[in-house]
């Protein structure tokens, strides 16, 4: 059977992302994976090198998304349908370019898991993200922020003869373009992904990739891969080297064996094949093997504590199958980042496929023995030469290849860079046709040195902030729009005193004084100013309760700075205020989630203790709760000494 390739509709109960936060993210990321100086001092040379290598300051220019709900209901998907005799793969294009699915055509096994909703949650670097499948994560440590996001997609010659599915997309927190190219040939049970990175620019930058594999997990799923050793990263924020596979009396190699979420990250020897395989209980499962550039392998477990359970029901349905993840990624843990330097790039090849051994030896008690049974396996299915094979000829005749018939299309910021920065990327063309909306004003600053002033009365648009549009906005006219922009990316490159200036500058003639309002609001709050950050975030939120208006981009300001004006004020004791904030809310804004947890807050600061608890056995849901935060068992117990509902336990790890 040849490889075909075919456009395919998938089906889903989702809920609806909804419109983007328009409030620019000035605070650093609320990041788990963080290391204290004395940790990182006893560890590996190079490893705490790359641990302290540009970490992210902010996410700008990246927008929140954290416009979701809860509600699901059908909504159809444009996918990509890969398939040979020997496998079937989806790909959601509009999706960050998962994986979705992945059948074993002759035995009609799925080998990853297969998430039947589509449900977004808080663990993506800007917020909505969903589980399940294989994702592509490049940028900063953590989930990227293209995961809800479309990527561009067009079919190329694949380096077999057959034919491939390309997908591009410029990557905005470190302003690299990177590739997937993922094929099946026409023999090949394994699915082959060739990807690259690219930084064209004439500086080095931080590169971040990990490849994330969702798996089925159940009592007999063991995960295999060829080390003695691991790095352990639990939401403790502790990294710390541990033997595999027994740790603490339990044996970590099967993901039930953990109480509480964790990472482990193996120590692949130098020289040695990389790869991971998880395996059920039956020997047959999926395997996962790179070339050397993607050295690192790692296993993310829920654990079998009620939080890691209570994070798997509320990413999918109740009833539904749970799941861990097998990963791999340029470094040997999640919390480094690798220097490119400029011009170059760094490619490598991956293959997925199905992996059969003897069971009795795969869940044997000897763990040198279980880990070679599958090692043996893998090279009997697909050899280390023929992975190197393909990966010099997708690199050497297809990487560079021109795409043909376009798939999808992904936004429009990778046009802006190529056509003002000139940069020449072969395989990868973003033509100035897929500049859009946002994009508009920042192609007439490059044009004319002016940023147009809106011709209506909308919420700012993007920011962006890489040095050279700094320099456009400060020869620019200095209009109230124009200083907003500046003072984003003055803050971004950390020149705060310069930002507040701007911003100050701005404010004297703006005719919308919120935008500018609430940024100073930030940069008080974080200078150890609560009481002045308090007062801007009313005067902000006034401001904007005043001017706004009907549609999407209005009422996501309103909760975006209702949300973060409350938590402000209710913070600095101004409850008066916080109440008047609250009054000024459109009644819908104030049935969600969100903002019950703060109605919760708001009355146990008034004294009314009972009616905070009613709140929450009344019941609601904190859709875009953040992995690791602990708000509700916190304001839970302000408000009663009885034991956290199941229904509100998130905790993801042990009590302190």
């Known amino acids: 059977m040849a490889t075909t390739v075919r456009r395919a509709v998938l089906t889903l109960p989702a809920a609806p992302l909804g419109p983007e936060n328009p409030l620019p993210v000035l605070r650093a990321p609320a990041d788990v994976h963080t290391l204290d100086e004395r940790t990182r001092e006893g560890l590996p040379r190079d490893m705490a090198r790359q641990i ?52 074993h055509l002759p035995t009609g096994r799925e080998l990853l898991y297969r998430n039947p909703v589509f449900q ?117 924020r502790a990294l710390r080297r541990i033997p595999v596979p027994r740790w603490e ?32 209980a039956g020997g047959h499962g999926l395997v996962q093997t790179s070339t050397a550039r993607l050295r690192g392998r790692k296993l993310f477990v829920w654990g079998a504590g009620e939080g890691g359970r209570r994070w798997q029901e509320w990413l999918t349905e109740p009833g539904t199958g749970g799941y861990a993840e097998i990963q791999a990624g340029l470094a040997r843990t999640q919390l480094e980042h690798v220097r490119l330097e400029a011009g170059a790039e760094f490619s490598w090849l991956e293959a997925y496929g199905p992996l059969a051994a003897d069971p009795a030896t795969v869940h044997g008690p000897d763990w040198a023995a279980a880990r070679s049974a599958a090692q043996t396996a893998l090279a009997a299915a697909l050899p280390p030469e023929r992975v190197e094979e393909a990966y010099e000829a997708w690199r050497g005749r297809a990487a560079d290849t021109e795409p043909g018939e376009r798939l999808a299309t992904g936004s429009g910021w990778g046009a802006l860079e190529v056509l003002c920065g000139g940069h020449k990327l072969p395989g990868t063309p973003f033509p100035e046709s897929g500049l859009g909306e946002d994009q508009a004003p920042w192609l007439e600053l490059w044009r004319t040195g002016v940023f147009p002033t809106p011709r209506r009365v909308a919420p700012p648009g993007p920011s962006l902030v890489a040095p050279h549009w700094r320099d456009m906005l400060e020869t620019a006219p200095a209009e109230p729009l124009t200083e907003y922009h500046l003072g984003v990316a003055q803050w971004h490159a950390g020149d705060v005193a310069q930002a507040v200036r701007s911003w100050e500058r701005g404010l004297a003639l703006a005719p919308s004084r919120w935008p500018l309002l609430r940024c100073l609001a930030v940069a008080d709050a974080l200078a150890g100013d609560p009481e002045r950050a308090a007062q801007r975030f009313a005067e902000a939120f006034e401001d904007l309760a005043e001017e706004s208006r009907g549609g999407r981009s209005w009422t996501a300001a309103e909760s975006a700075l209702g949300r973060e004006a409350m938590t402000t004020l209710l913070a600095a004791g101004r409850v008066p205020a916080a109440r008047a904030v609250w009054d000024r809310l ?27 608890r009613r709140v929450f056995e009344e019941g609601f849901e904190l859709p875009d709760l953040r992995e690791g935060d602990e708000i509700l068992s916190e304001v839970w117990a302000r408000v009663t000494d009885r034991p956290l509902p199941p229904s509100y336990n998130f905790r993801m790890r042990p009590p302190l």
């Open 586 to 612: 459109r009644p819908a804004l104030r049935e969600e989630g969100r903002f019950r947890l703060l109605a919760a807050r708001l009355l146990a600061a008034e004294g009314h203790v009972g009616a905070a």
């Open 52 to 103: 302290g290598y540009e970490p992210l300051r902010s996410l700008l220019p990246v927008r929140l998304l954290d416009g979701y709900q809860r509600h699901r209901q059908d909504t159809e998907f444009e996918a990509v349908v890969i398939e040979n005799a020997h496998l079937r793969v989806t790909v959601l294009p509009g999706l960050g370019g998962r994986v979705h699915s992945l059948v």
């Open 120 to 236: 977004p949650a808080n663990f993506a670097l800007n917020g909505a993200w969903f589980s399940g499948g294989i994702e592509w994560n490049i940028g900063a440590t953590g989930h990227t922020t293209l995961s809800c996001a479309p990527l561009h997609a067009a079919l190329v010659p694949a380096p077999d003869g057959g034919v491939m599915v390309r997908l591009w997309e410029w990557e905005r927190l470190r302003d690299l373009p990177f590739q997937v190219d993922l094929w099946l040939p026409g023999d090949s049970e394994f699915l082959y992904v060739g990807v690259r990175v690219r930084n064209p620019h004439e500086r080095p930058a931080p590169v971040y990739w990990w490849s994330n594999t969702a798996v089925p997990e159940n009592s007999g799923t063991r995960v295999l891969a060829p080390a003695d050793e691991a790095w352990h990263f639990g939401y403790e």
């Open 249 to 280: 009396g339990e044996d970590r190699t099967y993901p039930l064996g953990s109480t509480y979420p964790a990472d482990f990250f193996y120590e692949v020897p130098d020289g040695a094949r990389p790869w991971v395989a998880s395996l059920d």
